[in-house]
Nanobody, 116 residues
Framework: QVQLVESGGGLVQAGESLILSCAAS????????MGWYRQAPGKQRVLVAL???????CYEDSVKGRFTISRDNTKNTVYLQMNSLKPEDTAVYYC??????????WGQGTQVTVSS
């Protein structure tokens, strides 16, 4: 069973930065894509950033230019650099890994809270 362990969440003020990490229990090359989702209270979980195995990336419109997804293959870790944070970025952030078989895995989530 694949395990994804997120870390790096916390409480910050608007305008500050955070970096989230997602460590996978196996090689991230085994996934066709990895991404970060977030879920705010009372709202659905939505995709924030995605990176394919070929390093193509895509971002949700509200985070473009502020968030950057990256990976370190040697550490089997995916990162989400979040700059210029806004109160509306407050949510639980989840790491996701997707295989070519359509099977996917989720981390336990990490809370990000941005105060105004």
């Amino acid at each position: 069973q694949v395990q994804l362990v997120e870390s790096g969440g916390g409480l910050v003020q608007a305008g500050e930065s955070l970096i989230l990490s997602c460590a996978a229990s196996e090689s991230i090359f085994s996934f066709v894509a990895m991404g970060w989702y977030r879920q705010a209270p009372g709202k659905q979980r939505v995709l924030v950033a995605l990176m394919t195995a070929g390093t193509t990336t895509c971002y949700e419109d509200s985070v473009k230019g502020r968030f950057t997804i990256s990976r370190d293959n040697t550490k089997n870790t995916v990162y989400l650099q979040m700059n210029s944070l806004k109160p509306e970025d407050t949510a639980v952030y989840y790491c996701n890994a997707f295989r070519s078989t359509a099977k996917q895995y989720w981390g336990q989530g990490t809370q990000v809270t941005v105060s105004s």
